[in-house]
């Protein structure tokens, strides 16, 4: 079930939704004269589980987006940025979207991308024979939901149609503007049919692979390094790198692996800096200037059964809310590089804005706990704090305790399980009671709030039994609403409500700790999940 | 002797049907499964499902165990659920080879040096040479191999940058150094303490007496006579380190970054990546079993009073 299927139809009144988006301008060039004569870019990654973009749903996504490229991108800053598209048309009842092409996008073996490349590949993400964990993304298609399922056994039901080999239509099941903001994710790039078919599921191996982007495959030696070099017949703009040398390390390890890699010069660019580092980066005075926290649409936080008593009491919710000092659990867990937040969106998700927070301080906690019927902590019934032995949380679990020990007065049990123990655990829960929980955050998958409040709490996804009429009315209305200013003013009083009846503390927002030689530039990182967009990437003379 | 070989191979075959079975139930009654999310997005319901049939998880119990064993039997270890498109079989034939060639050698220079270092502790019994060699033993047995392999790396990769810090460029290569000896100091600080007291045990012995009597010189002493005998508790202790060394250290390989069959193993089991999870534990445990009857028939080699019938 997703969250479309539960909203309520909402009548679109006649308006022209023809987004006309500018094309996004290259960043400045930097002077030919400062760069490196060896224009290679050297660093550290995790094994793909697939370079299939129709396949790869997790970290794998990070390197297919060197390889391939979609309709467009979206940055940070809300442009787009044209690459397999010229532009785009919505229809006035926001079901029919029209794609043109780009004529000029050519495949690395020379060979043009067309409408129905898109069409076969889409239709290749949803088959249930291949299985694809990405195909969620393609539900607002009309006849994607069956035809994920199996019940629809005819593709050509489906609402994707190559009207030319330029110009692509899509229709959807109901309006679904959140798909502006899905269109140009990697799970909806195109792979090249003729590849797919003639090598089957060796396709992505080096040799075999056939991209669009501005990187090609040149070896990939399984677990232990790949090689991209640039695509010299990409149809626009070609990066300045030539050469990409991803050296891969075991995932348990990665983070170290990573930066003492960064650290002995032998890469130019880390993803990661494990805690203990930190401090010691932060003082050290080179390292310092190479080390950012760059933003992530990602926060964490703390999930109530608000089912059942004493948690049905939004009081002893805001009470446990209030007791928490986020400075010092950030603190703690990431030496002040995550952003604390007291709300549960981050911001560029509508309806994200931090006046919605409780306006109370830690000194109201006791006093409503005290209103709930639990003055000073006495009578509270004993609970636990469930969370996955991932990122921090132990640490975060003890701070917590502690916290509400000293303003509450109350005692929490802590219950940390290992990660996919924690998963059966956590779905579960749909039907069964708990306390509260913490996982291991949420990572926006796309910009767009449905994203958050309509899969959390629409369709239940956070199983945190939270029936607020009002709340979901409203999310209901806003997820297929067209009239974009209407869609803000819906998620911006729903999230009033949210932040009010605290049925989930948000905690902080995630960070990625990047550390850059100096003579790396215009690498530019992307807030939904963390991109690392090479293609601007120059490497400067040192 | 042969009879002998026969049967302890045909022994194999009910012990790893046992471990089979015990791996196949004990997987399935763990809990959370291999699409259960791990990362921050939620698997839909129809995409489970439909990886579930796909991967036949959606067979009878007894039906998912006949058809992987018969699998198996015709050498299919089936498809990794974690890496698309890539088999257990792409995967052992990729990363076995890697973990046996550290593995061995680790062991080559565990029992090189570990050896001549035993043997002239005991030679040298009580004297600073043996009280030095056994203080550094016990640390060497002491200290955690992922420890020793994250001090080389800083101590070597990041702060004097002789070697990289991680990776993999093959066993004759700079890269190799420091997971061959990270691998090597446990064995090798064991097999000294063995071969010492085991030494100590031998040159005590009437037939060494007799031939320091006759004026031999200690070092031929010690080298043509004392040594074969010496050698077999060695050759056990080693036996059972050589077993544990090749089939990959989790800890070694992920600090190194050595793409061997070990990490590979752990990583399967946190992503509940079945096949991979049976084909490589039932790997392993041949591995251990035929190590173990290699040292058992190598006794007879060194020892002619041991005979197999």
């Known amino acids: ?542 | 002797m042969r009879g002998y070989v026969l049967r302890r191979l045909l022994a194999l075959i009910p012990t790893l049907l046992l471990i089979y079975t015990i791996v196949f139930f004990l997987m399935r009654a763990t809990p959370g499964g291999p699409w259960d999310e791990t990362g921050t997005r939620p698997v839909f319901p129809e995409v489970k499902a439909n990886l579930m049939k796909k991967y036949h998880l959606t067979d009878p119990l007894w039906k998912q165990y006949v058809d992987y064993l018969a699998g198996a039997l015709h050498g299919d270890l089936g498809p990794s659920y974690r890496q698309r498109g890539r088999t257990v079989n792409e995967i052992i034939a990729d990363f076995f080879p890697i973990s046996l060639r550290l593995g061995l050698a680790a062991m080559a220079v565990a029992i090189g040096c570990g050896v001549p270092l035993g043997f002239l502790a005991a030679v040298r019994q009580d004297t600073r040479v043996d009280r030095g060699l056994m203080f550094l033993a016990v640390i060497g047995i002491s200290t955690p191999s992922f420890v020793v392999a994250t001090v080389l790396i800083v101590v070597f990769g990041v702060y004097l940058r002789w070697v990289p810090t991680s990776g993999w460029a093959g066993l004759l290569s700079r890269q190799a150094l420091i997971p061959v000896f990270a691998l090597a100091l446990w064995p090798l600080a064991a097999v000294a303490r063995y071969a010492r007291s085991s030494m100590l045990d031998v040159i005590r012995a009437d037939y060494v007496r007799t031939a320091k009597a006759k004026g031999l010189r200690e070092l031929a002493i010690v080298v043509r006579h004392a040594a074969k005998n010496a050698l077999i508790p060695v050759v056990t202790i080693a036996g059972v380190y050589l077993a544990f060394v090749v089939t990959g250290s989790f800890y070694v390989e992920s600090v190194t970054g050595v793409p061997g069959l070990g990490r590979y193993l752990v990583l399967s089991i946190s992503a509940r990546d079945y096949p991979v999870i049976m084909g490589t534990t039932l790997l392993l445990a041949i591995i251990v079993m035929v190590v173990n009857l290699i040292v058992d028939l190598s006794y007879a080699l060194l020892d002619p009073r041991i005979r197999y019938e």
Not at chain 1, 252 to 272: P, Q
Not at chain 1, 357 to 372: K, S, V, Y
Not at chain 1, 482 to 506: F, V
Request: charged residues 25%; aromatic residues 12%.
């Open chain 1, 1 to 542: 079930m997703s969250w479309r299927s539960t909203s309520v139809g909402f009548m679109v009144v006649g308006v022209v939704v023809a987004l006309v988006i500018p094309v996004f301008a290259t960043p400045r060039p930097v002077s030919q004269v400062n760069l490196a004569s060896d224009q290679t870019l050297r660093m550290v990654i995790r094994e793909p589980t697939s370079m299939d973009p129709n396949l790869a749903g997790d970290h794998s996504i990070w390197y297919v987006d060197q390889v391939f490229e979609g309709l467009y991108k979206i940055l940070d800053d809300g442009n787009v940025r044209w690459l397999g598209a010229k532009s785009m048309e919505i229809s006035k009842d926001g079901l029919t979207w029209t794609f043109r092409l780009n004529p000029a996008a050519r495949w690395s073996d020379g060979k043009p991308v067309t409408a129905s490349d898109y069409e076969w590949s889409w239709k290749r993400a949803m088959d249930p024979k291949l299985a694809s964990d990405v195909a969620s993304f393609y539900v607002a298609i009309k006849g994607a939901d069956d035809y994920i399922s199996g019940k629809l056994k005819d593709s050509s039901q489906i609402g994707i149609k190559a009207l030319d080999a330029y110009t692509l239509q899509v229709t959807m099941a109901e309006p679904a503007p959140y798909f502006r903001a899905v269109a140009g994710l990697t799970y909806l790039y195109p792979v090249p049919r003729h590849v797919v078919e003639k090598y089957g599921d060796k396709w992505t191996e080096a040799g075999n692979i056939v991209g669009n982007g501005v990187f090609t495959m040149q070896s990939w030696k399984h677990d232990q390094e790949m090689v991209l070099v640039r695509n010299e017949s990409y149809w626009g703009k070609r990066p300045t790198l030539q050469k990409v040398i991803f050296r891969i390390a075991p995932a348990g390890e990665l983070c170290g692996a990573d930066f003492r890699a960064y650290e002995a010069n032998e890469t130019d660019f880390a993803m990661c800096v494990p805690t203990a580092d930190i401090d010691r980066v932060m003082r050290h005075p080179q390292m310092s200037k190479e080390l950012t926290a760059e933003l992530l649409s990602a926060s964490q936080f703390l999930v109530f059964d608000t089912g059942r008593a004493p948690w049905n009491d939004a009081r002893v919710r805001q009470a446990f809310n209030l007791a928490i000092d986020r400075e010092k659990v950030v603190r703690a867990l990431s030496r002040g590089l995550f952003k604390p937040t007291k709300v549960l969106v981050p911001p560029g998700i509508q309806g994200y804005d931090p006046g919605h927070a409780l306006q109370m301080t830690a000194a109201d906690a006791g006093r409503l706990l005290g209103e709930a019927g639990y003055a000073g902590g006495r009578g509270f019934p004993d609970f636990k704090l469930t969370a996955p032995d991932i990122r921090g949380n132990r640490t975060l679990a003890e701070l917590l305790q502690q916290m509400w020990k000293e303003t509450l007065g109350v005692t929490a049990q802590i219950e940390i399980m290992e990660p996919k123990a924690f998963s059966a655990w956590r779905s579960a829960r749909k039907n069964q009671p708990f306390d509260m929980y913490t996982r291991g955050g949420w990572w926006s998958d796309y910009e767009d709030p449905t994203n958050w409040y309509n899969i959390f709490f629409v369709d239940g996804w956070l199983n945190s039994h939270w029936q607020h009429e009002q709340f979901l009315q409203l999310v209901k209305a806003a997820a297929p609403e067209l009239n974009k200013a209407k869609r803000i003013a819906l998620y911006d009083q729903a999230d009033r409500i949210l932040e009010r009846e605290s049925p989930t503390i948000g905690l902080w927002y995630f960070t990625d700790y990047w550390m850059r030689k100096p003579w790396l530039k215009d690498l530019q990182h992307t807030r939904i999940l963390g991109f690392f967009w090479l293609r601007d990437a120059v490497i400067l003379a040192h």
